[in-house]
C-alpha cells in the first residue's frame, strides 16, 4: 500500500506546530501528504481536550471514517485526546492503531516502523516525564508569512481548570542555542516573522543557563533578516518587566502582549489556583501601559467558573475597563476530566454562563471601538497576507500588533506580493480591524521567501 497521510489538527497553535513538525518526520519518513482521508494510507488526528467540543469532533471524525478501514487504512489518534484517553481510545474505536501524546512524538520514527510491521495497537504514553523536548530539523512549515518554533513544552502550573499539565507533561525549555539555530534556519529560508510558542514561554529558563526569556526574545530579534518577533502565551505569575522593556526599546520586537488573566476576581482566581491576584496582575497591565512604545494587550477569560457570584463577575468587566484590551477571547467554563475543578460545588448554571459570556463580550466590543479610534490616521507598517482583493476591494494585512488591516492600492498598481511590506494610513475604525489606503510601495519580499511560497502553493496543489 501506498505510504500517504492525511493529516487533521484540532486545538491551539501548539498543536498547529506540532502537526508542522510530524508533518516534516512523515515526509522524511518517506510518506507523502494528501489533503483528503480517502487517498491516505495513514490518517491521524492530532487532538485537542481544552473544551469537550473538540473532543467529541474527533470521534465523530472516527465514527464516520471507519468504514474506511476496510479499505486497509490505519487511524492514528495523537496529541491531548490521546495522552488523556489513553488506550480507551481503542475500546472507543477499535480500528485505531495508534495513540500517542505529544511528549512522544520525538519516537515518532520507531513508531511508525513498528506500524509498518502490522503491530495493531502501538502506543507512545509513558514519556510525560522526559526533560527531552520535540527538537527536529524537519517541520514543514504551512504558514506562508510566519516561522514558528517551539521554546518550551509541558506546563508545571496546573489551574484548577486545565488539563495541559496533564496531556503534555512537565516543563522543559531548549537551549537557546538551538533555539537561535532554529531562528538562522527560517531566517534564511526567507521567513521575516517568528512566533515563540510554548504554553508559557515566560517560564523559559535555558537549561545552559545563558538566556532568560527576555534576552532570548532580544537575541531572535538580532538574527539577520527577522524584522517581527512575536511570543504566546505568557503566564503574569512569571511576567517581568525586562520584557516590557525589551519590546519598548527594540521595535523588532511586535508591540503585543498577549497575557491571559482568566478573571478579574482575586477570589475566583485563587479557587483557579492561577497563583495571582487582581492587583498583581494589573501592576503587571501597569508597566505595559507605562511603555514608551504604544503595546497592545489581549487576554483569555474563563466566566462562569464555579462559585463565581455576581460581584466576581463584575470585577472582570471592571478590569476589562482598566486594561483597555484589544481583543479578549472570552469563553464560558467547561469541565474537564482529571482536573481539580471538576469536583468543585457551585457550578454556575448555563443559561448564567452565556449571559455573563454575551455582556463581557459586549463590554469588550464598546472599548475595542473606543480604544481602536487612537490608530486613526496613524502610520501602519503591515505585513501583507493576502494580496487577492477582498468583496470591498481590499488587500489584507497585519500590524506589529496584531490587527488586522484592509488596505486599498491606487488603480493601475500591481498586488504588492504576499509577505511584502508596506505602510498604511489609517482612514476607518472597526471595533477588530483597521482600514486604510497604502501610503508607500511594498519593500519587496525576499527572494527566498517568495521561493517558499511558491514551493508550499506546489506542493500544495501536488497533495489535491
Ligand atoms: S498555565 Fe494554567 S491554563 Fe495555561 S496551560 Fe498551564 S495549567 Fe493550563
Known sequence: MSRTFYIETFGCQMNAHDSEKVVGTLLQEGYTQVIDEADASLILYNTCSIRDKAEQKVFHRLDVYKRLQGEGKRFAVIGCVAQQEGTKIFDRAPHVTLVAGSSSYRNLPQMLDRLEAGE???TGLDDRDTDETFDTEFTARNNPH????????????????????????????????????EAQRIAQMGYTEIQLLGQNVNSY????????FADLLSAVGEVPGIQRVRFTTS?????????VDAIAERPVLCDHIHLPVQSGSSNVLKAM????????????????????????ITT????GFPGETDKDFEDTITLLDAAKYDSVFGFKYSPRPNTPAIHMHDAIPEEVKV??????????????????????DEL???????????????????????????????????????????????????PSSLAGFAASRPKAASPALLAQQALNARFTSAAG
Open 355 to 376: 449571559e455573563r459570556l454575551a455582556i463581557l463580550n459586549a463590554r469588550q466590543r464598546e472599548i475595542q471601538r473606543e480604544h481602536y479610534a487612537r490608530h486613526m
Open 273 to 296: 489556583q492561577r497563583e495571582y491576584t487582581r492587583e498583581w496582575y494589573l501592576e503587571r497591565i501597569a508597566w505595559i501601559q507605562a511603555a514608551k512604545r504604544d503595546i497592545s
Open 300 to 303: 483569555d477569560i474563563i466566566v
Open 235 to 243: 503566564h503574569p505569575r512569571q511576567f517581568t518587566k525586562d520584557i
Open 380 to 430: 501602519v507598517e503591515v505585513m501583507v497576507e493576502s494580496n487577492t482583493l477582498n468583496p470591498r476591494g481590499q488587500f489584507t494585512g497585519r500590524s506589529s500588533q496584531n490587527k488586522t488591516v484592509n488596505f486599498t492600492m491606487e488603480p493601475g498598481i500591481e498586488p504588492p506580493p504576499m509577505g511584502s511590506y508596506l505602510d498604511v494610513r489609517i482612514d476607518k475604525i472597526f
Open 146 to 181: 510566519r516561522g514558528y518554533i517551539t521554546i518550551i513544552e509541558g506546563c508545571d502550573k496546573f489551574c484548577a481548570y486545565c488539563v495541559v499539565p496533564y496531556t503534555r507533561g512537565k516543563e522543559r525549555s531548549r537551549t537557546s542555542a538551538s533555539v537561535l539555530a
Open 120 to 122: 495493531k495497537r502501538i
Open 205 to 212: 529558563v535555558d537549561p545552559s543557563g545563558k538566556r532568560n
